[in-house]
């Protein structure tokens, strides 16, 4: 009787590998149909993503199914190749032939010989592994290799970024590629990952949730350091950030790449131009491309992103590191995207750039509720609502009257990465608005009032309702609960002044904005990413709600509070004040101005009409309102002695006098001092203009 073949560690690893091995069930099921379709042509699977995201794991599942099917799978990482060719034939040679080829430059004859022969006795697999690093190789591999396959073989592409140029230009090309794009995992797959691998803690698998998002590099990592603590304690955040991070950044090929991807860390979205403008110095063409090639930079729709986890941990150590550099980008950063948000170019993405204005402006709160990043590519959709949606919101409604009919409180758990900061809120439900909103009747008399947000199945998540209000409209506005309340409060010359014919509406009132599950983050993010391109819009608008998350929310947008009552038709013990947000005429850009100076500790009270977006060169004011000729500095400062340049340098971050008596160990009387003396000097009268002087200067002048 034959003994059964004792198991190698490669056999055992091989199984562990298989046990832990999750998801990938589309990838693995695409694999398993061109693996056994004998009618199919010729075909190229090209799996990419970002690195760490499981696409050499995903090689291995694939393996192990050829290896069942009696397939041959012949693994090539392109990162051993250094774009030879020759070493790809040796190598490749070398797995076809019963004994290794004696000669390491084996000739095409040879090699396709072996091909061929290996062809005809079983399927035939070429894995091609961090294909980023082909190089030159990649022509060859197109133009030379790959055409003089057997029909029957399978190409499998795997690297960071999806096969492009003439890969998909050609049409001959394009037609034999399947895309395979991998994104992090779920919720569900990452709890099903976490306790194939002993994690079985409710807390620790959400904690582990909340740092990873799902990127499965990260839970890894959270799985090996979870099982190394003592008590079986949660994994620590900032052990993960820090490990992930001195690995990514050992990819950067030079010093000088370094303030780039500083810049670029400051910014949630960007491109060449606006890592120019935060960093205020050129970025070549060449350092652009070798930042694109880090493992940790993700191509987006409308630009580039440094992966979440790296952002925040560089952008953390830079900010305790140099507090002085990090405030200057930033603030850069913030006049870079008020620009964007208000210039009418159309290349200009003015809605993105307004987002990413309020992210940066945003606590801890606005981004866990408002900037969902899940890596998740179902996102739900907004369009306007019309006479074919009236059933689904009638439907909507009904539901809401089911499911949120009492003042149920929904507890709504947020975290924020950047901080990594959990944040608990209670949302009461509002059991009474499908009682004052008619959707049916708003659609035909207010077309485009309703935004409904569907999601892929096209099934209503959620709505927005915004209403113009002009001499057409007040009538039904003044006759509607909530609504009537504003419009009560308002003395007749208030009125009046909003009475504009329809065609001119200039005041629009946010009814409402609404998910149907309170707790869905990610809607959230979408309605009020909707709103964000509403305030693009040079009008005024008014809004009332009792909830407390959506005060602070609109606090963060810019909507002021009203000295007006507040109503109580959502409940007698739920006071709803008003607010408004006035952007008429150019207050848009005022608007945006004001917000960096609260952000960064100055009132714009105490400023003149002139603007820090001004301040960057090149780019025109949007007021006239500018200092006057006899108030322009007319002195660099390098007129200023090294002590008043100190003491400048802290001013211009929002420090008061005692703060800057305090770091350079002077007295407060002496800093009065130089700042007279320094105000002088510059031409200036306070620090207002010293502010605007300070972002106007070359980079030179602040080292």
């Known amino acids: 009787m034959l003994c059964d073949k004792p198991l190698t560690f490669a056999d055992k690893l091989k199984q562990t590998k298989q046990a832990q091995f999750v998801g990938r069930t589309r990838e693995l099921e695409v ?18 993503g970002q690195g760490g995201v499981g696409k050499s794991t995903l090689l291995d599942a694939f393996h192990h199914h050829a290896d069942k099917k009696g397939a041959r799978f012949l693994y090539i990482d392109s990162a051993d190749l250094s774009g030879s060719i020759d070493i790809f034939k040796s190598q490749l040679g070398n797995m076809l032939s019963i004994t290794p080829s004696p000669d390491p430059d084996i000739n095409d004859e040879e090699l396709f010989k072996q091909i061929n022969l290996n062809a005809s006795q079983s399927k035939l697999i070429f894995a091609i592994d961090t294909f980023e690093e082909t190089g030159d190789l990649s022509y060859w591999l197109r133009e030379k290799f790959l055409p003089k396959l057997p029909e029957s ?50 807390i620790a698998i959400e904690q582990a949730w909340l740092s990873t998002a799902g990127y499965p590099l990260a839970l890894s990592l959270s799985i090996k350091l979870t099982t190394k603590n003592t008590g079986g304690s949660e994994a620590s955040h900032n052990d993960i950030t820090t490990i992930l991070t001195r690995r990514w950044l050992r990819e950067i090929p030079d010093a000088n790449l370094r303030p780039v991807i500083e810049a670029a860390c400051i910014i949630r979205i960007f491109n060449q131009n606006l890592l120019e403008s935060i960093s205020g110095c050129k970025v070549s063409e060449d350092n652009f491309y070798k930042l694109q090639k880090c493992s940790f930079i993700r191509k987006q729709k409308t630009g580039w992103s440094v992966h979440s986890i790296v952002r925040n941990a560089l952008e953390k150590e830079l900010s305790q590191r140099n507090p002085k550099k990090y405030k200057q980008l930033r603030i850069r950063a913030l006049n870079s995207l008020a620009f964007a948000a208000i210039e009418t170019r159309p290349e200009i993405d003015r809605p993105q750039a307004l987002h990413e204005f309020f992210y940066m402006l945003g606590d801890s709160l606005v981004r866990a509720a408002l900037y969902e990043e899940t890596g998740n590519n179902d996102k739900p959709y907004l369009e306007n609502a019309n006479s074919n949606d009236i059933a689904a919101l009638e439907q909507y409604m009904r539901d809401w009257r089911i499911q949120r009919g009492t003042l149920a409180n929904t507890n709504i758990n947020l975290f924020d990465k950047s901080s990594n900061k959990k944040i608990h809120h209670n949302i009461i439900s509002e059991p009474r608005e499908p009682e004052f909103i008619d959707t049916t009747e708003l659609i035909t008399l207010f077309p485009g009032a309703i ?13 927005t309702i915004v209403l113009p209000i002009n001499k057409k409209s007040i009538h039904y506005l003044k006759s509607q609960p909530v609504m009537k309340n504003y419009f009560d409060a308002l003395s ?30 990610k809607c959230r993010s979408a309605l009020f990413r909707d709103l964000a391109s509403l305030l693009l819009q040079p009008v005024r608008f008014i809004t009332t709600t009792p909830l407390k998350l959506y005060q602070s929310l609109l606090t963060t947008f810019g909507f002021i509070k009203l000295e007006l009552p507040p109503h109580y038709d959502f409940g007698k013990d739920r006071p709803s004040p008003f607010f408004e947000l006035d952007l008429r005429g150019e207050k848009l850009g005022q608007h945006l101005e004001s917000l960096i100076y609260k952000h960064i500790g100055i009132d714009s009270k105490e400023l003149p009409i ?27 400062l390098s007129a200023l002695s090294d002590r008043e340049r100190e003491v400048a340098l802290i001013a211009v971050e929002g420090t008061a006098n005692g703060g800057i008596a305090d770091r350079l160990e002077i007295s407060e009387a002496t800093v009065k001092k130089h700042m007279g003396q ?26």
């Open 31 to 48: 694999f398993k149909k061109v693996l056994t379709d004998k009618s199919r042509s010729s075909l190229i699977l090209n799996i990419y």
């Open 153 to 202: 073989c399978l190409v499998v592409i795997s690297g960071r970024h999806p096969l492009t140029g003439l890969w998909q230009s050609q049409p001959e090309w394009h037609e034999l590629i399947h895309p395979l794009g991998l994104d992090n995992f779920d919720h569900e797959l990452t709890s099903h990952y976490l306790r194939l691998n002993g994690i079985t803690n409710k």
């Open 451 to 463: 935004r409904i947000l569907k999601d892929e199945k096209s099934r209503v998540e959620g709505l």
């Open 492 to 521: 007749k010359q208030q009125t009046n002044e909003i009475l504009t014919p329809a065609e001119n509406t200039s005041n629009f009132f946010v009814r409402l904005i609404d998910t149907q599950d309170p707790a869905d983050s």
């Open 610 to 636: 002139t603007n820090l977006l001004a301040s960057i060169p090149g780019k025109p004011s949007y007021t006239n309102k500018t200092l006057s000729p006899e108030r322009q500095p007319i002195i660099s």
């Open 678 to 703: 320094i105000f002088r000097k510059l031409g200036l009268r306070n620090r207002s203009e010293l502010i605007k002087y300070f972002w106007s200067q070359p980079e030179r002048e602040f080292p």
